[in-house]
């Protein structure tokens, strides 16, 4: 059975310390199952259900929580981003988010290059405002977009540039923080300092001197070195040294304690000037040991970073055609095999020429050791920015194996002297394969600190294999004279560890610095201090009890269902897996909780969380919650089924369904695909609402409301009566602040003898090429202009044209063609979990097209959200081989018109644009891709010079924004960039495929936006 999540073990009055919690503070408290199994896990294999979660929003109420903790005895628990690696950020404890309101620059102050900010503040964040200022903190941690600086220095993290800045630690000028008895203290220059602080860094220094020699003889003299406290402030013995004018400062003890000695308030950091310019010279190397044996020569030149890239990463990215190409650049010849390692060496300044003359000095080097000829100068940035970008896709392709095995982060930060970098990796290799596994390699070969991860599987051997391997590995970092935490910290990973390295009398003096700091012992317990073994399967996520109830899903998620092999990463046959979810509780266990939807400035992922900052918004928190779910460790009320139980509804609320995760996640968590599960089971348990049965059924029912004659008149009242409005509003929950889109008696369908042109057989086409254009719901009968408009520049690019109609299997089959004559692809259906009407529906659509694909010919749709139905759902349906033909055809308008341009085949004179263009693109254009052909699209017309606007998700989300509870986040979502960029042009065409979006922009700026079919047509110069 799973390791219970419930609190009856714990003698914690979690009842009074909730109740106090929310009658002293003006805090988020959560006491439920679900909310505290979020906070039970953070980017390790760990897990551990929190007492209680608290999002405060005061500094008030951070105070008074500790205190009031302090008073029940129940543990504090700070967290950041929770990305923590090693488990440091999961607990027993009252977890207290700061991420969500802490997030304030205090003090910027640009003449002593300090600035002092909130513990939430995220890295990235920061960095974006010091940005004008030509100034950035520049420990440029991998998870920059969602650390928090709290976090960071909770764990002393390092960064790809740590060779040229140091760590966190050579970084933080002071921090003012909460003890555990609630009492502040400031932590900074010891010279200086007063009060309590001066007292425990009294105490610290006591301790120190009497332990010099144990302290000169046990610190590893390497820079990454992040293991328990820093007792070395008052001997210092890091490579480079943590102050510049070798002062001692007691904040630097508190850095890297992974939240056991004290809360931080705010942290003074110290600035650096942001480098005018960058190079890259890229080596490549015929041999891993020979790159690895290179990196102590090469850091002599002055790299600001030299990051190993290693063959199986290079060839994961050759073989992905997005990669391809950027891989390539930095490979001497591309024609060749390819190298067993590359390393990127980055040379940054203020000026560049001098840069230059690095690369030659680089290249001179590889000479004299061996390797002439061997390296690739890369003065450009972007093609630098596009190299770095497939050195983190890579490290995102090996975490989305599927399967129970998974790469594990537990000796993946060990840090060795450069000089027994060959050696050392070298021998852990061996020791990788000795275990039946094999790891890749990647990352900070500067600083002798090179991540890898073998590829276990805790559910069965993984623990056995996990403590082999690290005791032989730590054996390697000894004999080496290494650090065995180099990055990621301790936690419960490396906390038993911390003995091994310092010797009992300085871990004896560890646990003295903790109890002065924390007599309680309330702070974090079990990290650093009394940690319990690494492989302790009582504290895993996944340990060999744990088990998923069996369930049926609506959707095939065979493709999940699936083991893998740790050497050659192969996966079995779909369905094989053992899933008895059949493959749903697999692919929701592919969140590894690493965070990266906690993204607020790229791409699109995850709207709903960009908007409310809560965790059960996001997609993690979603993965986690259903998660818990399957596997039964939520206290679930209504017993019926987990899936459809009100915890799911709660984080399924504000999931738009914007696929952006499919895409954007490293690991390819599909929430949509999720929500669609979770509707099913939830609209079988509760019941469709007529707000649903109004949504699903329009594409039943548009046809019958468009040829009563006036009734479309009448229906469209509603737009200007406002009573009506509120009547419907109260009656079926859609939002009367929101205009409806306008019902029309002339519609694209009510012409049968004009569409009767465009109907062929798929073996009727004779010269001419053809295509089929789906005429969906929403350009068919409310814009059909739309329609009109893609069957004109079709017709002028020379196609002849198939429409889709079921007037044509009438013969065929009459039984069909009952109520609506028209194919449908489902969505709407989907979008109320009526997954069977919806198989029912798009599975005609597919039987139709099949043919067409058959014969290669395109299947070409307008509304995204239509047609990337047939690229993604339909394939999960049970349709088989036919569904696969027609998606490898479908495709929107631009893509099609794109490829051809691209390929020289696209005749369509267009004439100049006489006003910019601003597209946006709707999210599952994003999340397939498919943005690049409409920009490339509309650079075809002369003057376009297009703009793509840098948006998340409008907000719309078919129906989701004209639901009266939504309103609010549904105009939060789009007030975030989209509408404001638009506002911002007032004269341009703005462009946006989406049905829904066209009508966000409407409603928010007053603006119409076009479908791209209607831009192309208007600049047509022979119509
Ligand atoms: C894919 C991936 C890549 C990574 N790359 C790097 C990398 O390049 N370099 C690196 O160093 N790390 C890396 N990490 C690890 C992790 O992202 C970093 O350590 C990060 O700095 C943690 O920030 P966070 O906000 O998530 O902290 P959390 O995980 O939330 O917290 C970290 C620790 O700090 C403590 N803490 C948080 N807030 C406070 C506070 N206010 N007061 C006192 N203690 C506090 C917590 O209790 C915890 O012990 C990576 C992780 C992942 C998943
Ligand atoms: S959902 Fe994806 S991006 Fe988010 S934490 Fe999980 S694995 Fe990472
Ligand atoms: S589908 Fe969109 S809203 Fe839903 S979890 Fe994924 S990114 Fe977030």
Redesign the pocket.
């Known amino acids: 059975m799973n390791k219970p999540l419930d609190l009856k073990e714990v003698m914690i009055d979690q009842a009074t310390l909730a109740k106090r919690l929310r009658q002293e503070t003006f805090g988020e408290v959560m006491t439920d199952s679900a909310s505290r199994g979020r906070y039970a896990t953070?980017?390790s294999i760990y897990q551990a259900m929190p007492v209680a979660v608290f999002v405060p929003k005061t500094a008030e109420d951070i105070a008074t929580a500790i205190q009031i903790a302090a008073e029940l005895g129940v543990p504090v628990?700070?967290?950041?981003?929770?990305?923590?690696?090693c488990g440091?950020?999961t607990g027993a404890a009252l977890v207290?988010d700061?991420?969500k309101y802490?997030r304030n620059v205090l003090d910027l102050n640009l003449n002593q290059g300090y600035v002092e900010v909130e513990?939430?503040i995220?890295?990235d964040h920061l960095n974006g405002s010091l940005k004008q200022h030509g100034l950035w903190y520049p420990?440029?941690?991998?998870?920059a977009g969602?650390?928090?600086?709290?976090?960071?220095?909770?764990?002393?993290?390092?960064?790809?540039r740590s060779i040229a800045y140091g760590?966190?630690v050579h970084n933080v000028l002071g921090i003012n923080?909460w003890l555990a008895n609630g009492q502040i203290a400031e932590f900074g220059n010891y010279a200086n300092s007063a009060g309590v602080a001066r007292q425990l860094g009294d105490f610290v220094k006591g301790l120190a001197n009497t332990l010099q020699p144990e302290i000169e003889a046990h610190f590893p003299k390497v820079l990454r070195r992040?293991a328990g406290y820093n007792l070395d402030i008052f001997h210092p013995q890091s490579e480079l040294p943590y102050t510049q004018d070798g002062s001692v400062n007691l904040s630097h003890l508190?850095v890297g304690?992974?939240?056991?000695l004290?809360?931080?308030?705010s942290l003074k950091l110290k600035l650096a000037p942001l480098p005018k310019h960058k190079v890259l010279g890229i080596v490549n190397f015929a041999s891993f040991y020979k790159a690895m044996d290179s990196a102590q020569h090469i850091v002599k030149l002055g790299p600001t970073a030299v990051e190993l890239v290693d063959r199986t990463m290079i060839d994961l990215a050759r073989s992905n055609p997005s990669f391809k190409k950027t891989i390539e650049t930095a490979l001497i010849d591309h024609t060749a095999q390819t190298p067993e390692a590359i390393l990127l060496v980055e040379f940054s300044g203020e000026a560049h020429a001098p840069l230059l003359e690095k690369i030659m000095a680089l290249q001179e080097l590889m000479g004299d050791l061996g390797l002439p000829g061997s390296v690739v100068s890369m003065p450009d940035a972007s093609l630098q920015k596009n190299l770095w970008e497939v050195r983190k896709a890579g490290?995102n392709i090996m975490?989305s194996l599927k399967g129970d095995g998974k790469p594990v982060?537990f000796i993946e930060?060990c840090a060795v002297p450069l000089e027994s970098l060959a050696d050392y990796t070298q021998a852990l290799t061996d020791v990788f394969s000795k275990y039946g596994s094999r790891g890749t390699w990647y990352?900070h070969a500067s600083v002798g600190t090179l991540h890898v991860r073998p590829i276990l599987d805790m559910r069965r051997d993984g623990a056995q294999k996990m403590r082999a391997v690290a005791e032989e590995a730590s054996a390697l970092v000894r004999k080496y004279k290494g650090a065995y935490s180099g990055?990621?910290?301790d936690?419960l990973c490396r906390g038993e560890w911390i003995s091994w390295q310092f010797g009992p009398k300085i871990t004896e003096a560890l646990t003295e610095i903790k109890h002065a700091f924390d007599p309680q012992g309330l702070f974090?317990p079990g990290?650093i201090i009394n940690p319990p073994k690494m492989d302790d399967a009582s504290n895993f996520r996944f340990s060999p009890s744990y088990q998923v109830i069996p369930l049926q899903p609506a959707l095939d998620w065979s493709a999940w269902n699936v083991q893998n092999n740790p050497v050659t990463e192969e996966t079995t046959a779909p369905g094989t897996g053992g899933d008895p979810a059949m493959g749903l509780a697999k692919a929701v266990e592919m969140c590894?909780?690493?965070?990266?939807c906690r993204k607020f400035d790229a791409e699109v992922m995850c709207p709903s969380y960009r908007v409310t900052r809560d965790e059960k918004h996001l997609t993690r928190g979603r993965a986690n919650t259903l998660r818990l779910a399957l596997s039964n460790q939520l206290d679930i009320k209504d017993e019926t089924s987990p899936l459809g139980s009100d915890a799911i509804k709660e984080v399924m609320e504000l999931c738009v369904s914007c696929k952006a995760c499919r895409r954007e996640c490293?690991t390819g968590v599909d929430m949509a695909k999720m929500k669609i599960e979770f509707l099913s089971a939830y609209k079988k348990r509760v019941g469709h609402s007529l707000r649903d049965l109004a949504v699903a059924y329009l594409p039943k029912y548009a046809g019958t409301i468009s040829s009563i004659p006036l009734l479309p008149v009448i229906l469209n009242l509603r737009n200007h009566i406002a009573p009506i409005a509120k009547l419907q509003e109260w009656i079926m929950g859609i939002s009367a602040q929101r205009s409806l889109p306008i019902w029309k008696g002339n519609t694209f369908w009510s012409k049968p003898k004009a569409i009767a042109p465009y109907q062929f057989s798929p073996e009727a086409l004779s010269n001419q090429p053809g295509v089929v254009l789906l005429a969906d719901t929403f350009n068919a009968y409310f814009e059909d202009e739309n329609l009109q408009a893609a069957i004109t520049v079709l017709t002028a690019a020379g196609y002849r044209i198939h429409i889709p109609h079921k007037s044509q299997n009438k013969a065929k089959n009459k039984e069909q063609n009952t109520c609506s004559k028209e194919f449908c692809c489902g969505r709407t259906y989907l979008a109320a979990g009526m997954v069977d009407k919806a198989k029912e529906t798009l599975g005609e659509l597919i039987d139709h097209l099949a043919p067409y694909a058959q014969m290669n010919i395109p299947i070409i749709g307008l509304e995204p959200s239509c047609l990337f139905t047939l690229k993604d759902e339909a394939l999960v349906m049970g349709f088989g081989e036919r569904a696969v033909t027609v998606s490898q055809q479908a495709q929107l308008l631009e893509e099609f018109l794109a490829s051809k341009a691209k390929a020289g085949k696209l005749n369509l004179q267009l004439k100049a644009a006489s006003k910019p263009v601003l597209f946006h693109g709707h999210c599952h254009q994003k999340s397939f891709a498919a943005v690049t052909p409409a920009m490339e699209l509309l650079k075809l017309i002369p003057n376009a010079e297009p703009q793509l606007i840098e948006s998340s998700c409008c907000g719309m989300a078919g129906s989701f924004g004209y639901e009266a509870e939504h309103i609010e986040v549904s105009k939060q979502m789009a007030e975030a960039s989209l509408l404001p960029s638009i506002r911002k042009l007032p004269d341009s065409w703005v462009v946006a495929d989406g049905t829904s979006c066209r009508h966000q922009i409407a409603d928010g700026t007053q603006r119409e936006a076009v479908h791209i079919a209607r831009i192309l047509a208007a600049h047509l110069s022979v119509e």
């Open positions: 953070d980017a628990l700070p967290r950041g981003g929770g990305t923590s690696q440091q950020t207290i700061n991420s802490f513990p939430g995220v890295l420990v440029d941690v991998s998870t969602q650390a928090t600086i709290g976090g960071m220095a909770g764990n002393n993290s390092c960064g790809s760590n966190m923080a992040v508190l304690s992974e939240g056991t004290a809360y931080f308030k490290l975490m982060s930060d990352a990055e990621h910290g936690g974090n990290k590894n909780n690493n965070g990266h490293p």
